[in-house]
Every structure is written in C-alpha cells, then in structure tokens.
C-alpha cells in the first residue's frame, strides 16, 4: 500500500469514527429509578440461628 492510500484509509477511518462519536452522544439518554423493600423473611443459617432478610442485608449505607 502506498504512503498516500495509506494515508487516505487513515484519514477515512478518522473522519467515520468521529461521525459515529457524535452520532453516539446525539442519542438522549432515560434514567429511572425504582423502589423495592425487602419482604420481611426470617431465614435459618447453616449454623441453625433465625435471621432476618433485611437485617442481613442492611450495610448501613442509604441510598440517593
């Protein structure tokens, strides 16, 4: 391939990736957020104690 083809393919695959990042961030993007409770479950660990599904879960971090 000569230095000046080489040179073109370059510069074409340039000009199609800008066009495709710009086609890309042209797209709106939708965020939703959802709610859900943990239903309130007593399990039973492998060592025999009942806890509960919440509390076992519950790490202390809140969300938003």
């Known amino acids: 391939m ?3 083809i ?6 074409a695959l340039v ?3 800008a066009v ?3 086609a890309v ?3 709106p993007v939708a965020r939703s ?3 859900y409770e943990t239903p309130a479950v007593t ?3 492998e060592d025999g104690k009942r ?5 076992e879960l519950d790490d202390g971090r809140r969300c938003c």
């Open 2 to 4: 000569t230095a000046r």
């Open 51 to 55: 806890v509960s599904l919440p509390r």
């Open 20 to 22: 495709l990042v710009t």
């Open 43 to 45: 399990l039973i660990r």
């Open 25 to 27: 961030a042209a797209v």
């Open 33 to 35: 957020t959802v709610t």
């Open 15 to 17: 000009c199609a990736g």
């Open 6 to 11: 080489h040179g073109t393919v370059i510069a």
